[in-house]
């Protein structure tokens, strides 16, 4: 196969990757009834001033399905955390017992994980977006080639296979988060 062609299609699978990399981690943010660490990842507390993410200043973990402890590293940020975590807005409300911050997971409604779900797949749509990007900028890239037809049409159909392999793998992690959130 022609570097050229070869070239494309590594930066056009890179971009897919990025693209599956990206969906994964949205989705972590996204919570399906069980407390996670990384519900919390978006907290920023007031640190001496200057804004600090949560797990910077503070042990986050989850002593079981349905509660969050942070556990700061300073006593004096107590309230600075509790504040912290109600500017953002994620629907908790944390309880101050001198040592730490403890959060109750309250579990989902239907409606919510119908939300939920409905964000799981705008996210996953954003990225297969993403991903038909990569498609038509690769697809380009091999137009402007000094190749033959042949060699342009073999290498546009090795960037759709690879487009319908990542398309895939997106509705696959969809699947699998959305029968996550919908489970109670």
Known sequence: MNEEIQF????????MDNA????KKEFVAIRAGKASPAMLKSVMVDYYGSQTPLN????VNTPD???ISVQPWEKSLLQEIERAIMIANLGFNPMNNGESVI?????LTEERRRELAKQAKAEAESDKVSIRNARKDANN???KLD??????SNAET????????YIKIIDDLFAKKETEIMTV
């Open 141 to 143: 890239d091999i137009k």
């Open 103 to 107: 959060i109750n997971v309250p579990p």
């Open 20 to 23: 599956v990399d990206h969906l």
């Open 147 to 152: 190749i033959s037809e042949d060699m342009k």
């Open 158 to 165: 090795d960037v759709q296979d690879l487009t319908d392999k």
């Open 56 to 59: 910077q200043v503070a042990n």
């Open 65 to 67: 399905a349905q509660t």
């Open 8 to 15: 494309i299609l590594d930066s056009a699978k890179e971009q």
